[in-house]
């Protein structure tokens, strides 16, 4: 059974950072694409960034240069990168990931992922 469980979140300071992981398991093989979603209250859910399994990385425009998403060369630790953090990007972070393989602009466009974990909250505030 496929299971992605993140972690790695936790209230901060604005300025602060925080690397939020994602850990997959139960596959045979590597997953072709991979994202990283957030969700605040009364908001619609939000693309923060996505990895294919070449390693090829797309991010949104709302948190490009602040974040950065990596993939381990196994290819079960999907990692989020935050820096800079302000109070807006208090949500609750998921992980997603889908066994199709995708590359780039097609992992980034992706819309029917497979996979979700149950979130990691993030909290920034003074």
């Known amino acids: 059974q496929v299971r992605l469980v993140e972690s790695g979140g936790g209230s901060v300071q604005p300025g602060g950072s925080l690397r939020l992981s994602c850990r997959i398991s139960g596959v045979a093989d590597s997953m072709g694409c991979m994202g990283w979603f957030r969700q605040a209250p009364g908001k619609e859910r939000e693309r923060l960034a996505t990895?294919?399994?070449?390693?090829?990385?797309r991010y949104g425009d709302s948190v490009r240069g602040r974040f950065t998403i990596s993939l381990d060369t196994g290819g079960d630790l999907v990692d989020l990168q935050i820096d800079t953090l302000k109070i807006e990007d208090t949500a609750m972070y998921y992980c997603?990931?889908?066994?199709?393989?995708?590359?780039?602009?097609?992992?980034?466009?992706?819309?029917?992922?497979?996979?979700w974990g149950q979130g990691t909250q993030v909290t920034v505030s003074s």
């Open positions: 997603a990931a889908d066994p199709s393989n995708r590359r780039g602009y097609y992992c980034w466009d992706y819309k029917d992922f497979d996979y």
């Open positions: 990895i294919d399994k070449y390693g090829g990385a």
